[in-house]
């Protein structure tokens, strides 16, 4: 009996029809930038200091340049103030007062700078920055800056519940819905971002763009590796993800244009309206159709699919039953996860891999923006990385299999972000290399993560396991913003540290992973325990019944 892909392989496994679907996705997933990392320009932090009335008045009145006002005025300024008290605190003294002397402001007040009291910023703050962000709008600074952090881990938050959702809506009502109506709420989430007036308000919009924006990301991609053949699934699922690095260089652009946050986020949010033009140009997947019992459906599809490609469906392939081979259904369980040895070192292995890709994924994407020279160019070049890193994994995947690769790009994660950390703050240039390093070596094992999860599992449970491990990655999206933020006051390099610890620990886990490079996908819990032996089980497949004959597979 044949099966879709032996159809697939008549009327072309990625010819012109997957090719077209697999480019307007990309789309899709190229959008998804600002979501994920939108923190980056958003909540961009620029330096900052209290405002003090006064201050600007007397810098007039004696002629002293921004640099001598800020040495004067300013708290433990040295320079670039990056101390708590030079942004969080002010000296407690009336600079309307007369008499103050332009040369020792501070001792002519009858104190100095280590005696004169020091207050909080009851007045705001003065922003170094030509644009604005979050940070700049609702002073997320100083007392307030776990605000930001609540802000990034809203949407990741969100991630971690609309996944489990939308993965049963795309299931139970297939792909092509799925997409649509979370198109649709993703854009809708994106134009109230723009207007609604107050934090807090923000914060609850941002948690429910999460909940639709990853499941329409993910939608998006269980469609296009479905309409291919077995030969480029693979291919086209990682440059799907690449086209998210794109995304990158776009996202950046932009920003650069528009430096207002409210006003990037409309720009990026209203070019998404187009998507919902998905509806005319882009197809059901043919194997949900299959696996819900709907035949015509997924034949008229597959015949647009020849139609389009030139090609001419054989006859026999025309008249199709749907028929899945069953022996014997198993109900999956969360217990089933960690019930055998195999598979529970499998399951403990992946969760903590999915945790660290997510933690230093975002995690240097957000330290890079603290430390930025010119947040642009940095971003730009951290992005540029991403792409020699699919490449890489194309290449050596089929060649040296899955276990080292994916070992050493976290290893290399791991020690770059620890050589990042001790390069000194005046090679700045430097550093930049090391982050860029980091950024590729982590960008490799997220995109290797993703797909190797699928490998290691048997059938009845595989996406049970996906779902699991991969929902780790959201839960370090939640606490990596309060580790980045929160351990710079510490010590500004110790996320750094932190995170090579992460890689360094992931990169030694994977090597006690089985190698998958040229295996069946695992059936039973019994091929998934016995992995070592050379032999592939057969694989479950899902077969059509040709009315009036039938063809088997020499």
Request: proline share 5%; hydrophobic share 45%; with cysteine.
């Amino acid at each position: 009996m044949p099966t879709l892909d032996d159809i697939l392989e008549h009327i072309g496994e990625f010819d012109r029809f997957q090719k077209q679907t697999f480019f307007v996705l990309c789309l899709l997933s190229a959008s998804f930038t600002p979501v994920y990392v939108g923190v980056f320009f958003f909540g961009f932090i620029p330096e900052h200091r209290c405002f003090s009335p006064g201050v600007a008045e007397l810098s007039q009145r004696c002629g002293w340049s921004l640099e001598e006002q800020l040495n004067h005025t300013v708290p433990e300024w040295d320079g670039h103030g990056a101390s708590f008290d030079s942004r969080c605190r002010r000296y407690e003294v009336d600079w309307n007062a007369t008499g103050i002397s332009c040369t020792d402001p501070l001792g002519s007040l009858g104190g100095s700078g280590s005696t004169a009291p020091l207050g909080p910023c009851r007045d705001g703050w003065v922003y170094n920055s030509p644009g604005s962000s979050l940070v700049t709008e609702f002073d997320l600074v100083c007392e307030d800056s776990w605000k930001l952090d609540l802000f990034q881990s809203s949407v990741n938050a969100g991630f971690f519940i609309g996944s489990i959702n939308i993965g049963y809506i795309a299931d139970r009502f297939g792909r092509k819905f799925c997409l649509l109506t979370t198109i649709l709420a993703n854009i809708v989430c994106g134009i109230l971002l723009v207007f609604v007036p107050t934090y807090l308000w923000i914060v609850i919009i941002r948690f429910l763009q999460g909940l639709v924006s990853k499941g329409c990301w993910t939608a998006g991609y269980i469609l296009v590796t479905e309409v291919v053949g077995p030969q480029y699934r693979r291919t086209v699922g990682i440059l799907y993800q690449a086209a998210f690095s794109v995304g990158l260089l776009v996202f950046d652009a932009i920003a650069y244009a528009v430096p207002h946050w409210r006003w990037l986020q409309l720009t990026v949010t209203l070019p998404t309206c187009f998507f919902l033009l998905y509806y005319w140009c882009l197809p059901e997947s043919p194997r949900w159709l299959i696996s819900q019992g709907k035949n015509d459906k997924a034949m008229k599809i597959v015949s647009d699919m020849a139609k389009k490609n030139g090609k001419k469906m054989p006859s026999h392939f025309k008249d199709i039953q749907f028929e899945e081979e069953d022996c014997g259904k198993q109900n999956p369980s969360l217990m089933d996860l960690f019930r055998t040895p195999q598979i529970r070192k499998n399951t403990l292995i992946l969760m903590y891999n999915w945790f660290t890709s997510s933690v230093l994924y975002q995690g240097l994407i957000m330290h890079m923006g603290m430390d930025a020279e010119n947040m642009y160019l940095d971003f730009l070049y951290s992005a540029l990385v991403e792409f020699p890193a699919a490449f890489i994994i194309i290449v050596t995947i089929d060649r040296l299999g899955r276990r080292y690769p994916w070992a050493v790009s976290n290893v290399v994660a791991g020690a770059a972000c620890l050589a990042t950390a001790l390069i000194p703050e005046d090679m700045h240039s430097l550093k930049v290399v090391a982050a860029c390093i980091g950024r590729m070596g982590i960008t490799m094992a997220f995109e290797m993560v993703c797909f190797v999860s699928t490998e290691l599992y048997p059938t009845y449970i595989r996406n049970l396991g996906v779902m699991v491990c991969s929902s780790l990655c959201d839960i370090g999206g939640v606490l990596v913003p309060f580790i980045v933020y929160r351990l710079v006051e510490v010590w500004h390099d110790l996320p750094l540290i932190v995170f090579t610890v992460l890689g360094l620990i992931a990169g030694g886990l994977v090597l006690l992973l089985p190698e998958t490079k040229g295996r069946v996908l695992p059936e039973t819990v019994e091929d998934v325990e016995n992995f070592h032996r050379q032999s592939a089980p057969k694989a479950k497949k899902i077969y059509l019944r040709v009315q009036g004959s039938e063809v088997t597979r020499g």
